[in-house]
């Protein structure tokens, strides 16, 4: 389902925060997604590798961002994540769409297992390893309209 | 025997000092000094200091330039307001202190009714509305302009945040005096200062030197072009970088110690020197100036000794630890005191050593050791100005020091702290003439004249220090 045209501003492009959360400095396959958001029309904030939780939060603020997606290849993802959602909150970003993709866990877990443990923290969606580029723009797209359609409610 | 001369003028806050230029022979013809007459008539005392003048000099020459800086009835009042703390609220702080102002407020996220009381009762010469990449948030900013435009807050504000949003706070803020410059922060972590101070010394030298009554000077000065700090660092900038094909002395760092705050400049990149060194944070302005309000040698001497601790002081000062709480008391008291015996001159001594190892230390960035899950790496927040080869000494407690090379070496990188970046092994230059100022002044006029005069008048520590002894003995 692609959103429809006319509801989606042409002059002023949604903005997506990127970044690998965390010690972590796998920074090319954020790359790749940030330089592939670009050319979809999409205005990047590429923080890049070792950044922190709170910094994606501050980014989004200053520049009103639509999603934050964030990575983690290192297996401590869980750690790194948690209160996520709750620190977009607590900045005022209820509504913000929130992904987090990469080697999240350390060891072997279904990823059925994996993906309910950060969907559960909050995050809109998780992308499991080799998730391709093609599927995380299908979702954007999806569920950017979704929330033309209905925008989400602010708490309170 | 008319040779060009140029007067330049610091309208101070205890005094007016003047300074004669031979802009021909590259000289300083004579200095006067008169009190700071801002209160009443700031034109009696230029008038005073004038005549000081015209009594070293025998007769006044015919000035071509007659230039001032302020930093009278309190210097450049400033209040700044960002969105989120270390983002644009922070790169507001920075364009206010770039141009030299005196920060009295500053303010992040949403002003609530308690804000905009205190604003009201700090009473800033000019405010600074951030917050905001363009075409980012815009919730924030138009609802802090809305809340000034309804307010009764007088003062001229720049706005520099959300280009975006301007239309609409430009409505917000209709019936005050705003002007609008460019983004603070356009981008993302991007600093873009230099609009945001130009604007703000426009307004410094149309309204504020009108406002503070400065230019009841105008008879005997030309312009007030900057606020003193603003003229320092202008003359650390063209001292640095030279001027056409006179060459500067590169990199530099000047520490200003005094009597209310210590103020630090650098002029450097201060990017990582060790490949591999990630560096976090906002980007850093090549020409920085940081202001340590806690570190004035008079006003916040108690607040020195509790940053320091007495035991320390009382060791540096080589004095009981019961005479300098006395004395810290008593120089609160008396701000303007300068000292008259041994005793007060080693307490001096030993509040700005404390003063300058702390201001430097802040001003300078530091690493940290990251680790990772493949090994250790290395960040970096703030300048690296471990390389910096020229330390510059002005202001009046550097000049009048008897061995100012005694307080510069406390700028230094601590060999127990090698987290800190400060330089490692520069050299020292003491602005015993108090002329760096004077140049800043200059250096848009006749910028090859306050070059030529800034490399001959900064000298050695060492040579003055022997200058001193040669006058004494």
């Known amino acids: ?156 | 025997m008319h040779a060009a001369a140029a007067l330049l003028i610091d309208f101070g806050s205890t005094y007016t000092k003047l300074r004669a230029i031979d802009l021909d022979r590259r000289i300083v013809l004579a200095s006067g000094q008169g009190p700071s007459t801002v209160t009443t008539d700031i034109s009696v005392g230029m008038r005073v200091a004038l005549e000081d003048l015209r009594r070293r000099l025998g007769r006044l020459p015919r000035f071509r330039y007659r230039l001032g800086s302020s930093s009278a009835a309190g210097g450049l009042r400033m209040v700044t307001v960002g969105l989120v703390r270390e983002l644009t609220a922070e790169a507001a702080r920075r364009a206010a202190l770039g141009a030299g102002a005196k920060l009295v407020g500053t303010y992040a996220y949403r002003l609530t009714a308690a804000d905009m009381a205190s604003i009201q009762g700090l009473g800033p010469d000019i405010l600074l509305l951030a917050g905001g990449t363009d075409g980012g948030n815009s919730e924030v900013i138009l609802h802090n302009a809305r809340m000034l435009g309804s307010g009764t807050l007088d003062c001229p504000i720049v706005y520099a945040g959300n280009r975006a949003a301007w239309d609409a706070a430009k409505d917000l803020l209709a019936g005050k005096m705003a002007v609008c410059a460019e983004n603070v922060m356009p981008e993302f972590n991007v600093l873009n200062i230099e609009p945001a101070r130009a604007a703000i010394r426009e307004i410094f030298l149309e309204r504020i030197v009108h406002a503070k009554g400065i230019d009841r000077a105008r008879d005997e000065c030309d312009a007030v072009l900057m606020p003193t700090p603003a003229a320092v660092m202008d003359g650390a900038r063209l001292l640095a970088d030279g001027h056409g094909s006179a060459s500067g002395l590169g990199d530099l760092v000047v520490v200003d110690p005094g009597g209310a705050t210590t103020d630090v400049h650098s002029v450097a990149s201060g990017q990582p020197r060790v490949p591999g060194v990630v560096q976090r944070g906002l980007p850093e302005p090549r020409v920085k100036r940081t202001v340590e309000g806690d570190l004035g040698m008079r006003h916040n001497a108690a607040a020195i000794g509790e940053m320091a601790g007495i035991p320390a002081l009382a060791a540096d000062a080589r004095l009981p630890e019961g005479t300098v709480s006395r004395l810290i008391g008593e120089l609160a008291q008396d701000v303007d005191r300068l000292p008259h015996d041994a005793e007060e001159r080693a307490l001096d001594r030993a509040l700005a050593r404390a003063a300058l190892r702390c201001a430097m230390k802040r001003h300078c960035g530091s690493v940290e050791t990251v680790y990772t899950a493949f090994g250790p790496a290395t960040a970096q927040t703030g300048k690296d100005l471990s390389g910096v080869e020229v330390v510059v000494g002005t202001g009046g407690v550097i000049a009048h020091s008897r061995a100012p090379l005694e307080l510069l070496e406390t700028v230094v990188a601590d060999p127990t702290e090698p987290e800190s970046l400060r330089p490692r092994d520069p050299r020292f230059l003491v602005d015993r003439e108090y002329l760096l100022y004077a140049c800043g002044l200059l250096a848009g006029a006749e910028p090859e004249a306050a070059l030529e005069l800034a490399l001959k008048y900064l000298k050695p520590p060492t040579e003055v220090l022997a200058d001193d002894v040669a006058a004494n003995g």
Not at chain 1, 38 to 53: D, F, M, S
Not at chain 1, 124 to 142: F, I, N
Request: proline residues 6%; negative net charge.
């Open chain 1, 1 to 156: 389902m692609m959103p429809d045209p006319e509801r989606m501003p042409a002059t002023t492009p949604r903005t997506i925060v990127t970044g690998v959360i965390g010690s972590d400095t796998h920074i090319v396959g954020n790359r790749i997604l940030s330089m592939a958001l670009e050319k979809a029309g999409y205005k990047v904030v590429a923080l890049g590798a070792l950044t922190p939780a709170p910094e994606f939060v501050k980014a989004a603020v200053e520049t009103n961002a639509d999603a934050i997606l964030v990575s983690s290849l290192y297996g401590q993802g869980e750690l790194d994540c948690r209160g996520f959602r709750e620190l977009c909150i607590e900045a005022g970003l209820d509504a913000i769409l929130l992904y987090v993709g990469g080697n999240l866990i350390v060891g072997k877990h279904p990823w059925d297992v994996v993906e309910r443990i950060f969907l559960d923290m909050g995050f809109d969606r998780a992308a499991a390893p080799g998730m391709r580029v093609e599927t995380v723009l299908d979702w954007l797209a999806q569920d950017f309209a979704a929330r033309e359609r209905a925008p989400r409610r602010q708490a309170g």
